[in-house]
């Protein structure tokens, strides 16, 4: 059995048009300009937000007043202490086994999100050296980096290992809060640019369509027709001056053959008249001969 092979027909790929593209182009550049913005506005507001966070830190890490002597009363510090503790967890861990002997949460901090310390704990009952300066803490729910610590006071120096570490959570919150109010804004920003580029490139195209409009009355036959723009100092009208110049070619040379046929049409006319007194004259002998009227010798 003889297999017959059917060639396939490939659809021809719709393609769009130049506006369509220039619009598409300039919005799609726009977009990844804008996202590059708004990445670095988040990213430097992030930091700056962390960098504030680590000077309060730095600031609760620095060596308090000295301690009132035996006959004076210590002052109030239930105020300080309130603002200390606004967005912050103070833990208070043993010296020797690690173990969390008191920890005192912020009124805005939820129980759920308390700050996770059992890498500090097992490095206190280890003898290991705790982290300088700022460092990280997870929530005890496992959500992620939600705290930024710092070591108050370690073990063999003042006592008890005190750690202070404040939540993240108004970072984050200030951070994404920014981030929905730039992605709003680029949108709309977006939407401006499609509509004010269609508009431009439209208007910006107009001078192809008249070349296009003369194109289609020359090829109905009018060559007598040019395409405008031509004295433009653009891209546009460099094609419309070679347009022109195509086109009068084109017309010079039709001229040149109807000229020519003319001459050829003048040449057959005239010949046809030059044949046609002889060819007379050789009938009417010939008819006279066959009627009998002139002889073979005549």
Known sequence: MTRVRVPLVRRPRLRRSLRTRLVLTSVVLAAAGIVAVNAVVAVTLRDSLLDR??????????????PPDAGQQPPDQSAANRRLLDDRVLVRLDPTTGAVLEQVAGPTVATGRLPDVTGLSAAVAAGRALPTGRFRLDAVDGSGDRYLATVLTEPGVDGDVVVLAKSLDDVTATVRRVVLVDAGVSALVLALLVGAGAVVVRLGLRPLS??????????????????????????????????????????????????????????????????RTPLTSIRAYSELFRSGVLTADE
């Open 53 to 66: 966070v680590d000077a309060e830190l730095a600031a609760a890490r620095r060596p308090g007043p000295p």
């Open 210 to 275: 008249d070349v296009e409009e003369a194109a289609g009355r020359i090829a109905a036959g009018d060559l007598t027709v040019r395409a405008p723009h031509a004295a433009d100092r653009t891209e546009v009208g460099s094609l419309a001056r070679t347009f022109n110049t195509m086109v009068a070619r084109i017309e010079e040379a039709f001229a040149a053959r109807g000229a020519s046929e003319q001459r050829l049409r003048q040449f057959l006319a005239d010949a046809s008249h030059e044949l």
